[in-house]
């Protein structure tokens, strides 16, 4: 019996065993740098490449707790800086949007160093003079700009869209083109009456007069975006799919609302009194 179990050892085949050892690094879920605030930034992967032909989205937003720019002192701090900008050779900033805590810009240049050096200098006099006026020091802008090319004549369109009326986007309508963007000197506007306001707050037109900004040169800015409609004063930034989307998300959340009624209704206790002292009311 001895024999038969040591032939039967023989027989087994040598099991291996995969060691694992401990890894360091590499792609795993929360690994990589920590925002610093509640979401991440600008991501500062390699920028894609920029031509001369395409025009560019770019945004920049300040800090937390810094006051609003939609103001007279900022909006003439930031009017001088653009105009100065446009003085650079190869870099152009053709139109833009000032918010409470970001800018819009969407700018022509002839490749990224213009872009970089370009909208740095931008950056630092809107800082330095800001500054000035809020009697502070420190950083003003959050994080570094985020930029976009806009590379079909529907995305220079929807941007244009997007930029010019992004003060309706976060609920400020006024009678016109926003003051606080270059909506007063553009061109493009459809000829249509301005619809009643209503659940939105007003803004009021500044006594300045239009920031001088730099003629377009791309075709797309030029042309080719005219040739997908004018662009209306009340025009949703984000066009007929954005507007049918809220319209399902509203639809949605009302029906939610409903049901969680009838069900509240539904599973509610019967109160004492319906039912009597002692017990279901006697029929007569």
Not at 56 to 79: F, G, H, M, Y
Not at 134 to 140: D, E
Request: charged content about 25%.
């Amino acid at each position: 019996m001895g024999v038969k179990q040591s032939e039967t050892r023989r027989k087994r085949a040598p099991q291996h065993r995969q060691l694992e050892f401990p890894r360091h690094g590499g792609a795993r879920k929360g690994a990589g740098r920590k925002p610093k605030g509640r979401v991440a930034g600008v991501s500062h992967a390699a920028r894609p490449e920029i031509t001369a032909r395409y025009p560019l989205l770019v945004t920049q937003r300040v800090c937390a707790d810094l006051p609003s720019l939609r103001k007279l002192p900022e909006l003439e701090i930031l009017r001088g800086v653009l105009a100065e900008a446009n003085e650079r050779a190869g870099f152009r900033i053709v139109h833009f949007s000032i918010q409470s805590n970001h800018v819009h810009y969407i700018c022509e240049t002839r490749d990224r160093k213009r872009l970089t050096s370009g909208m740095q200098s931008v950056g630092v006099k809107i800082s330095r003079r800001l500054n000035q006026l809020w009697k502070r020091t420190g950083q003003v802008f959050a994080e570094r700009y985020h930029a976009r090319a806009l590379a079909t004549p529907n995305e220079v369109r929807q941007a244009l869209a997007y930029v010019l009326n992004n003060a309706q986007k976060h609920g400020i309508i006024g009678d016109g083109a926003d003051p606080f963007s270059s909506g007063p000197t553009f061109d493009g506007w459809k000829t249509e009456a301005a619809p009643p306001i209503s659940r939105a707050r007003q803004v009021q037109k500044p006594p300045l007069t239009p920031v001088p900004l730099a003629t377009t040169e791309t075709w797309l800015l030029r042309v080719g975006w005219r040739r997908r409609g004018l662009i209306g004063l009340r025009e949703i930034p984000g066009g007929q799919a954005a507007r049918q989307a809220r319209a399902k998300e509203e639809a949605r959340c009302a029906d939610l609302i409903q049901r969680s009624l009838a069900a509240a209704a539904r599973n509610a206790p019967r109160r004492r009194s319906d039912r009597g002292a002692y017990g279901p009311a006697s029929r007569h």
